[in-house]
């Protein structure tokens, strides 16, 4: 597993770096968030979904577990934070391996539902900036990982 890292000095700069993120995603992909309340997942989740070409406002979907947005690729944005004790299925594999690109807030909660190829980043809080850690374990999300940091 290969880590790279990029540090981002405000809100409207961690959206840009998931919108250029977005540009580079295929049907199919995968991606993890992790981080604090209020350590900017929400945030680069809407730059993914500007980067999608998604003109609809984007929010956290706490409440339905999964929102889904129409753009150039389908945008599936879930917070399973409410599955933490539960083992229910809510068709994860229809979303994983559809023709969108899914994002998953609280991940750990569905360890054992996440496809082994997929991208998790982590958000930490650092002093007043932001730390974006981009874990990988395959070449096809390490290929885009470097495009990224170019």
Known sequence: MSKHQIVSNSAEETELIG???ASLLEAGDVLTLEGDLGAGKTTFTKGIAKGLGIKRTVNSPTFTIV???EGRLPLYHMDVYRLEYSDEDIGFDEYFNGDGVSVVEWAQFIEDYLPIDRLDIRIKYNGDS???EFLTNSSHFESKINELMS
């Open 130 to 132: 932001r730390l974006l």
């Open 67 to 69: 929102k889904e947005y």
């Open 19 to 21: 919108e250029r993120l």
